[in-house]
C-alpha cells in the first residue's frame, strides 16, 4: 500500500525584503523547493543556522506567503513546539492554566474535565500534579519543554512541527525530552517534522531525514543509509560537524 501524504509542497519559493542604509534588496530563503511530508512519520529537516529551516516550517503553516509554488496540506490544527520553551509559555500564568487554555478555546469541557485532562496530560508527558500550580520560572528547561509537549497535545494534533526542540536543553536532558517525543508519537502516531542543526540527535529519532543547503534541498534519505553514504558534500560536511565519522554507529 502507498503511503498516505499528510502535505505536498511543490517548487515552494519564498523571498524577504531587507531595507539596509535606506537600499531594499530581496533575499530568497527557499528556492523551487519540493517536500513530501507522509502521515505517521518522522521527518528530519536538517542544515545550518540560516539555511531557512525555520522559513520552510513557517511556510508549511501558511505564516509565510509564497512568492511562488503549492503547498497541499491535510492536516487539522497543526501544533509547533519551539526551541525556548520559555518564550512561548506565559511567564504570568500557572501551568494548569496553560495548558487549559487550548481547550478553553475549543471545546466546551467544564473546569472540572479540563482539570482532569491538564492531569492526566501531566503524567504523559512525565510531571506530576504539583506542577499544576508552578509558573514556567519555576521550571527547569526540559520540565518547561515537557509542558509545551503536553500544551501541544492538548489539541490532538495530526501534525508537530518541532523546531529545534532540544538544542538549548543538556546533553542528558535532551535524550529525556526525545525519548518522551518519540514514545508520544508512537503511542498517538502524530506526524512529526523535526527540526534540528544536530545530525547526532536526528539518527536514532527520524525515520528520514532531509538535508537544507542555502534554500534547496542537498539530499534526502533514511538515515542508516544519509549517515552511511552521503552523496552530497554538505551531508558530509554536517555529519563532520557533528562529530560523526564514517562507519560510526551513531
Ligand atoms: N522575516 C524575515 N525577514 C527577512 N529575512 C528573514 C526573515 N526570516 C528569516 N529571514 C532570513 O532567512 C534566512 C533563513 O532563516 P531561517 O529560516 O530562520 O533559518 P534557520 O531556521 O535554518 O536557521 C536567514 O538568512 C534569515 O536572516
Ligand atoms: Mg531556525
Given at each position: 500500500m502507498e503511503k498516505e501524504k499528510l502535505i505536498e509542497g511543490k517548487g515552494i519559493t519564498v523571498r524577504f525584503t531587507n531595507y539596509t542604509d535606506g537600499k531594499r534588496s530581496i533575499k530568497?530563503?527557499?528556492?523551487?523547493l519540493d517536500i513530501d511530508i507522509y502521515k505517521g512519520e518522522i521527518l528530519g529537516l536538517a542544515g545550518e543556522s540560516g539555511s531557512g529551516k525555520s522559513t520552510l516550517a513557517k511556510a508549511l503553516l501558511g505564516i509565510v506567503p509564497l512568492a511562488s509554488g503549492t503547498i497541499e496540506t491535510k492536516t487539522k490544527s497543526p501544533q509547533m513546539i519551539f526551541q525556548d520553551p520559555y518564550s512561548s509559555?506565559?511567564?504570568?500564568?500557572k501551568i494548569s492554566w496553560i495548558m487549559e487554555e487550548p481547550l478553553k478555546l475549543k471545546t466546551s469541557l467544564s473546569r472540572t474535565e479540563r482539570r482532569d485532562r491538564v492531569s492526566s496530560m501531566l503524567k504523559e508527558v512525565?510531571?506530576?500534579?504539583?506542577?499544576?500550580?508552578?509558573?514556567?520560572?519555576?521550571?527547569s528547561g526540559g520540565q518547561r519543554q515537557r509542558i509545551c509537549i503536553g500544551t501541544a497535545l492538548m489539541q490532538e494534533p495530526e501534525f508537530i512541527i518541532a523546531d529545534e526542540p532540544v538544542s538549548a536543553l543538556d546533553v542528558t536532558v535532551q535524550a529525556q525530552v526525545l525519548d518522551l517525543m518519540g514514545r508520544l508519537q508512537d503511542e498517538k502516531g502524530f506526524t512529526v517534522l523535526f527540526i534540528s542543526h544536530d545530525l547526532r540527535t536526528m539518527y536514532n529519532f527520524c525515520d528520514r531525514i532531509m538535508i537544507l543547503k542555502d534554500g534547496k534541498i542537498a539530499e534526502t534519505g533514511i538515515p542508516s543509509e544519509l549517515y552511511r553514504n552521503p552523496k552530497h558534500p554538505y551531508t558530509k560536511k554536517l555529519l563532520e560537524s557533528a562529530g560523526i565519522r564514517k562507519n560510526e554507529t551513531v
Amino acid at each position: 500500500m502507498e503511503k498516505e501524504k499528510l502535505i505536498e509542497g511543490k517548487g515552494i519559493t519564498v523571498r524577504f525584503t531587507n531595507y539596509t542604509d535606506g537600499k531594499r534588496s530581496i533575499k530568497t530563503v527557499l528556492e523551487d523547493l519540493d517536500i513530501d511530508i507522509y502521515k505517521g512519520e518522522i521527518l528530519g529537516l536538517a542544515g545550518e543556522s540560516g539555511s531557512g529551516k525555520s522559513t520552510l516550517a513557517k511556510a508549511l503553516l501558511g505564516i509565510v506567503p509564497l512568492a511562488s509554488g503549492t503547498i497541499e496540506t491535510k492536516t487539522k490544527s497543526p501544533q509547533m513546539i519551539f526551541q525556548d520553551p520559555y518564550s512561548s509559555l506565559n511567564p504570568a500564568k500557572k501551568i494548569s492554566w496553560i495548558m487549559e487554555e487550548p481547550l478553553k478555546l475549543k471545546t466546551s469541557l467544564s473546569r472540572t474535565e479540563r482539570r482532569d485532562r491538564v492531569s492526566s496530560m501531566l503524567k504523559e508527558v512525565g510531571l506530576s500534579d504539583e506542577f499544576m500550580i508552578r509558573k514556567p520560572s519555576e521550571l527547569s528547561g526540559g520540565q518547561r519543554q515537557r509542558i509545551c509537549i503536553g500544551t501541544a497535545l492538548m489539541q490532538e494534533p495530526e501534525f508537530i512541527i518541532a523546531d529545534e526542540p532540544v538544542s538549548a536543553l543538556d546533553v542528558t536532558v535532551q535524550a529525556q525530552v526525545l525519548d518522551l517525543m518519540g514514545r508520544l508519537q508512537d503511542e498517538k502516531g502524530f506526524t512529526v517534522l523535526f527540526i534540528s542543526h544536530d545530525l547526532r540527535t536526528m539518527y536514532n529519532f527520524c525515520d528520514r531525514i532531509m538535508i537544507l543547503k542555502d534554500g534547496k534541498i542537498a539530499e534526502t534519505g533514511i538515515p542508516s543509509e544519509l549517515y552511511r553514504n552521503p552523496k552530497h558534500p554538505y551531508t558530509k560536511k554536517l555529519l563532520e560537524s557533528a562529530g560523526i565519522r564514517k562507519n560510526e554507529t551513531v
